[in-house]
Each structure stands twice: as C-alpha cells, then as structure tokens.
C-alpha cells in the first residue's frame, strides 16, 4: 500500500499532541521522514526482524508497567491503549530503513522461533496511531478535525475521475465512521471497566457507600455483611494482647421500627496539632499502640473503626475529621487506603454521658420487653445484678444467620419468644431494649471484632464478616461493653467461608503491597523508568543494526522513494508492460492472480505465468530468500515467454 508522502509522520505527531507525548512523537515523526531523505539502508535478515519483535514485546511491558504505577487503577486500561504506537514503533523503523519493504514479526523462546508471513508494518502501526488517538482525546474538537483530515489524505491518491471520486468520498465516510465508532467504544469499554471497579470497591465498604456516615442501620445490615469474607482492615498492635479486640464505629440511640438512628448534639470538626497527629479524644497518648490499615472506599469517606478508648492518631494523612455527639469520628475526606497508628487505653471512655433518649423504648416493643422481664425475673435490686441476670438469660438462646420466616408479630417477639435464635443485632437489640426497661442507660454500638491472625501478612486481619453489634452500657458510673452473643458466633461464620478465600486473601494482600508502593513512587522514578526503557531500546537496536551491512543508495534498486511502484526492479514488470501494450491491462485494485485469471483466454501459457507471479513475490515479498538466484531464474522465465509471444 502507497502512502503520502509525510503522511506518517504527520499522523504521529496527532497522535502524541492527543496522547500527551508532543516532543516524543515530534522527534519520531522526524526520525520515519527523515527515510525518505537517507538513502543507506541496513539488509536485515528474518532473525534480525525477530529479535526487533521481541524488543517490541519488551517495550510493550515496559509501557504496561508504567501505566500500572502512573495511574490510578480505573485508568490503566485507557492510558495503555494511548501509549500502543509506541510498541510499533522498532519494527516500523526496521522496515523504513531496511533494505526489505516488509518486516517478519515473530518471537524467540530458546531454540524455537515462531514468524508469521513478512508484512507491511505501516498500516498496522496507522491503525494503532488512531486507536491510541481514539481513546485518549475523543471528546475534542481536535480529534474530530485530525481523524477526517489524515483519513482524506490518505484515500485521496485513489481519485482519477468522477466515479473514482465517489468510491473515495463513500469509502472515506465510511472509514471516519468506523474510526469515530472505534473511538466513543474505547470510551464505553473504559467506563464500563471502570464501573464496575467501582462496583467492586461498593460490595467490599456497602457500609460507607450509600451512608458513608452511618447515621443509621437498619437491622440485617450487619448479618449481611457477614456472608462475605472480603478483608476490609488490617489490625497490627505493638503488643500481642487485648484480642480479641472490639473495634467500635458507631453508636446509635434512637430505634424505630427495625432502624436504628444516631441522635446526638451536631458534631464537631477536630483539627491537627501536629503533623498529621490528631487528638481524636482525651488528653495525650495511651499505654498501647496499633497500627491500622482500612480502606475507606467511595471519595475516602467513612467512620473510622477504632479501639476502645482511642485517644490520639499518628501518621494519619487526611483533610479533615468531625467527632459526632455520640463520639464517632468521621473523615471528611482522605485516601482509598487510609494507614495509620492509633494510640488507645482500654481503660478509658471516651462516650458523652447518658441521656433521655439512652432509656427510649418504641411503644411497639414496650409490651413485649416488659413482659419477658416480668416473667424471667430480669430485673435485679440492682444494676450489676439486672446485667448478671439478662446474660445468663441469653445463654439458652442460639447463635444462626439462617433466620426463620416472620410470624407476623414484631421481630423482637418473634426472636425473644418464639425462635430464641438469631445473629448479634438481635442480640444487641434486644439486649439494649431490656437494659433500658431496668432504668440502665444503654446505646445499640456497631463495628468489628479483631481475632483472626494472618502469618503471609503479619497482622490480625478483619474481614466483613468480623461485623458485630452489641451494647455500651451505663452501669456503675461509668460506660461499659456488654456482649451477649453467644461467643461460638465467630467459628459459626467462618464456616461458611469460601473454598476460593486464601487466593481472595493473596489478591487483597497484593493490592495492599501495590498501593503502599504507589505511595512510594515520585516523579523521578517514572522519568527513570522511561529512561531505562530508552537506553534499553536504544541498546538492543545498535546492537542488532552494527553488525548489519549497510547499502547506499546507488545500490538500492528499490524505487519505493521515487514515488513509483515498490520493486520495479523485478523482470516480471517487462511482462506487465508488454501485456499492457497488446491491451491486456491490470487495474491498481486488482492482485496479479486475479489479472491472470480474468485474461486468461487472451494470455497465453497462464500456468508460466502464475509461476513467474510466485518468483516475483519471492523476490519483492521474503526478505530470507536469495535474491539474486531467484531474480535469474525468473529472468529465464521472462524472456522466454517474451520470446515466445513475439
């Protein structure tokens, strides 16, 4: 295929204006024009443009690697799509300056090579160009105006007359269409990619996603998170003690219905006092240390799950932080993965003191509370006692997360009357109910429970299903945690735990490590790399081309420079021109082989001539063939069929 001429070259400077690699595709521009100017050329055998391949292949690692560390996860795919001309870009300069109009794409492992057939590098590496174009600047003016112009030029040579003009008009709309459907489909796939990447990150944190504050939750919501596996934090205390650790991330005051409600004073913003510390509640550090990773997920917004009796953060890298009335604290807005160290006493709480709403019963479930505690005796001459006599009560109930269907009365009365069976809301729900029929304070408390210990990552491990719910209770002055789950709850959940969770866990634990390594990463480090891939490049091509021999122009009989049909030095061209002289003409569209079977009856001795039309392409088409001896046999057969039509 015929180009015109400067029309790579123009058409690589597009493509790096869209992609963002201006002065890169200008030098490359000048480097494949500059072809048509040097006329020394390298003869480049079929392992050369093998091992030219393969450091094509590099390259496009190379790249890939790259886009991975440059961008965030959502755009790798685009940025790489963008980068694609680039990996083309050794071979199609191997066939520019080689003495072979066609290159042999093909792959080395050991002893075994793999090629394809020679091919002309050019129309792949344009349609690469506008790929690359397509997916990165779609939605300018420029992109719309480059498209058409370079896919005009490029057809316009075909224009004769009036009809050629039509067929160029037709097929060039019909190119800029598909060029334009190529594009806006790049985007779709790369939105479509990216949603449902988001999708993910929603299922892992459902939790923070449609609530990132978490002012309510509904009963279930907890049991259903424990259905997933997915590991949502990771828990590393300075010293092996306290576990199992509740990790507490709201509480809630207020119950209507079966939803849960925070009802406090209106928060209020903390600010740093050092860099990034943050003196969350109290006053200075506590006795114990544990560092925390969690990813926060959409906008890195969320309530932050923390130890009793945290007190202040280190090392905690986000814009702002609220405390709500009820003391959960809120980030307003920080990383995807937010690490950072919490320092805690267990001994210290950090919860406002008691208020009328920490004794609301719903007039719903009034009739039924008192009841259970009239009946089982619940309520103590004092408050320790109440607590001692609801626990033990609760020790005859059973721990499930297959919930029977509902009677028809209230969940409560189903669960405290009729199935005596449940996960930890019902548990903490009821529990709290009853406390505060007794005239004891109590508050409905959400979060996670720490246990689980992975040795691949050093580190306790909370998973989805680590959720809990259970109850901050106001007994003898002071806040304390009352959990009256059954304890087997933990094994009980984990029996339902995939087959597919340890390579799950390998995945979450790689994500960890590639994010922490982003973070790591600067500016240097990518220039480097691009660097390392130019040296490289550069390397492996001087080494290839050094050993080559070189041919000057005087000694190229190609004329693909002159503007004339590439390999008219080929002795089978004396018998198109003596055809085309008795009137047996072939059209530019038409391939040898049809020509000869569409004038078969005017040619004479056809099978000499498809003979002649295989040593020609031999000649013209296989870089590892000797020349020479096929362009003397084929000169015997020319002149004698010359001779015999004269």
């Known amino acids: 295929m015929r180009f015109p001429p400067f029309f790579i070259g123009a058409a690589t400077i597009f493509w790096g204006f869209c992609a963002g690699w201006e002065y890169f595709s200008i030098v490359a521009a000048l480097v494949f024009e500059s072809s048509m100017i040097v006329k020394t050329r ?3 055998k079929s392992a050369d443009f093998i091992r030219i391949s393969d450091l094509s292949s590099i390259v496009m690692l190379i790249l890939l690697l790259y886009s991975y560390l440059e961008n965030e996860p959502r755009m790798i795919f685009l940025y790489f799509i963008t980068t694609t001309p680039i990996v083309f870009m050794p071979l199609l300069f191997a066939q520019l300056y080689s003495t072979s109009d066609k290159v042999v794409i093909g792959t080395k492992f050991g002893k075994n090579i793999h090629a394809h057939a020679p091919v002309d590098i050019r129309p792949l590496y344009l349609l690469m160009v506008f790929f690359a174009t397509a997916g990165s600047d779609v939605r300018t003016v420029w992109f719309f105006a480059g498209t058409f112009i370079l896919v005009s030029i490029l057809f316009s040579e075909s224009i004769r007359d009036f009809r050629s003009f039509l067929r160029y008009f037709m097929f ?11 594009a806006f489909s790049i985007v779709l ?11 993910m990150y929603r299922n892992w944190y459902n939790q923070q996603s449609s609530d990132p504050f978490k002012t309510s939750t509904a009963m279930g919501e907890t049991g259903h998170l424990k259905l997933s596996g997915n590991i949502v934090m990771r828990v590393m205390p300075e010293k092996m003690e306290g576990i199992p650790l509740y990790l507490k991330s709201s509480h809630y005051n207020i119950l209507t219905g079966n939803v849960w409600h925070s009802r406090s004073k209106d928060s209020m913003p903390v600010f740093p006092d050092g860099e990034m510390e943050w003196q969350l509640f109290g006053e200075g550090e506590g006795k114990r ?10 906008n890195g917004k969320g309530v932050l799950s923390l130890p009793t009796g945290s007190k202040r953060a280190l090392k905690m890298d986000v814009a702002g932080i609220e405390r709500t009335g009820l003391g959960s604290i809120l980030v307003e807005e920080g990383p995807d993965l937010l690490e950072f160290v919490m320092t805690y006493d267990p001994q210290f709480r950090h919860e406002p003191m008691p208020e009328e709403k920490d004794l609301m019963i ?8 008192a009841k259970v505690m009239s009946d089982n005796l619940l309520k103590g001459e004092t408050n320790f006692q109440t607590l001692e006599n609801i626990e033990r009560y609760f020790m005859n109930f059973s721990y499930t997360l297959q919930l029977e269907p509902s009677s028809g009365r209230s969940v409560l009365d189903d669960f405290l009357n009729r199935t005596r069976s449940g996960h930890c809301e019902y ?18 408390s959400t979060g996670y429970s720490v246990e689980e210990y992975s040795t691949l990552e050093r580190s306790f491990i909370v998973r989805a299903r680590d959720a809990h719910a259970w109850v901050t209770a106001f007994v003898g002055g002071k806040w304390i945690t009352v959990d009256t789950t059954p304890s087997q709850w933990r094994s009980l959940d984990r029996e339902s735990k995939s087959f597919i969770e ?11 490590q590639y994010e922490n390594f982003r973070r790591q990463k600067n500016v240097e480090f990518n220039r480097a790399l691009i660097v390392i891939a130019t040296v490289l490049t550069l390397f492996m091509m001087i080494k ?16 693909r420079f002159s503007g004339k049909v590439d390999g008219l030095d080929s002795p089978f061209y004396q018998v198109l021109i003596k055809c085309s002289s008795e009137g047996i003409t072939k059209n530019d569209n038409e391939t040898l082989r049809k020509w000869v079977i569409k004038n078969s009856e005017k040619l004479k001795d056809s099978k000499d001539i498809m003979k002649m039309i295989h040593l020609h392409e031999q000649l013209r088409f296989d870089p590892a063939s000797p020349k020479n001896d096929i362009r003397n046999e084929l000169q015997k057969y020319c002149d004698k069929w010359i001779a015999g039509e004269s």
């Open 289 to 298: 240390k544990a560092s925390l990773s969690v990813w926060m997920g959409k």
């Open 427 to 444: 548990f903490a729900t009821a529990t709290t109910l009853m406390l505060r029929s007794a005239g004891i304070a109590a508050r409905y």
């Open 362 to 369: 719903p007039d719903s479930e009034k009739e039924v509370i």
């Open 172 to 182: 060039s709309a019909v190119s800029i269409a598909i060029t334009l459907s190529i």
């Open 502 to 512: 340890p390579v799950r866990d390998l995945l979450s634990w790689l994500r960890l």
């Open 544 to 559: 290839i081309y050094i050993r080559r021999k070189r041919v000057s122009g005087t000694e190229l009989k190609s004329d």
């Open 42 to 44: 390298f003869d480049l």
């Open 189 to 199: 796939a790369h939105k479509a990619i990216r949603e449902k990447m988001m999708e």
